[in-house]
């Protein structure tokens, strides 16, 4: 079956991959100016436990992953007020400790209940209409959150001596950003696997950074620059048929070196 001379089954990609930018453009810049490009990492390794919490409790796999990556955002929140430790060494902590768990609550349970290489990897091409709806109201929820809380977080993450001057939150903006870094990353697990979520997340943003000159731009064009790659990357896919997952991120980090070189040779 067709539908408008597109395949079902890409059509859905193409519409959950868009839509999945809409939150991953706009949190991957803050992932960018708050140099926690590791937490993608981190996330991703926790949503293996969240895998195997789902094989224990007989959830469902996403509702699994958004659990136990919530909580680890928790974790890394309560770490992060503590004071004596960097992020990078709070994520560092996690993402292995987290790794280790969920390894060690694999073997005890019996094997060959889970295809892992489908949560490595994404599987894009296999999503259903609901699956699709899912992905697309999260990220419009997630994108409203960041418009509602935009000049808090702005200033909290870019200047955080001035956002306590002004009476911003910055403890409670960091928090929020956290949580909703966890929740797009558990809905995209599915997507683009645990391997290349935080891929989803920077490339994007670092490649707008360089023809940009205020956030709100480089929200703007990380966007777009995640829904060309994811775009291309699919429809590469299609005609060459390669992996989808690892020809968005292809494409993206393509986009991204050819960025580099243009402004090089500007300079």
């Known amino acids: ?7 079902p089954w890409l059509l859905f990609a193409l519409i959950a991959g868009c839509s999945l930018m809409l939150a991953a ?10 140099r926690m490009a590791y937490f993608g990492d981190t996330i991703a390794h926790a949503a293996l436990l969240g895998v195997t919490f789902s094989l224990i409790t007989a959830l ?18 309560t770490f992060s007020t503590d004071g004596r430790f960097h992020m990078d060494t709070n994520l560092g902590i996690l993402a292995h400790g987290m790794l280790a768990l969920s390894l060690v609550i694999l073997s005890l349970i019996s094997s060959g209940q889970v295809d892992m290489v489908r949560y490595l990897f994404g599987d894009i091409l296999a999503l259903s209409e609901s699956d699709v709806v899912m992905v697309a109201a999260m990220s419009a929820l997630l994108a409203a959150l960041v418009r509602y809380h935009w000049r808090g977080l ?25 949580v909703m870094l966890a929740t797009m990353i558990a809905v995209s697990i599915k997507l683009v696997g645990m391997l290349l979520i935080t891929a989803l997340l920077i490339i994007p943003a670092a490649t707008a950074r360089f023809f940009s000159r205020s ?53």
């Open 1 to 7: 079956m067709i539908i408008d001379g597109v395949e």
């Open 25 to 34: 453009g706009p949190l991957g810049c803050f992932v960018v100016w708050r």
């Open 60 to 77: 469902p796999v996403s509702v699994g992953v958004l659990c136990v990556s919530l909580a680890v955002a928790a974790m890394l929140f």
């Open 154 to 178: 702005v200033v909290a993450s870019i200047h955080p001596d001035v956002a306590d001057i002004e009476g911003i939150p910055v403890k409670r903006m960091q928090l929020l950003l956290v």
């Open 215 to 267: 956030p709100a731009q480089m929200v703007v064009r990380a966007t777009l620059c995640g829904m060309v790659s994811v775009v291309g990357g699919l429809m590469g896919s299609y005609y060459a048929d390669t992996p989808a997952a690892p020809s968005i991120i292809l494409l993206s980090f393509i986009t991204f070196l050819a960025m580099w070189v243009l402004r090089s040779e500007r300079r």
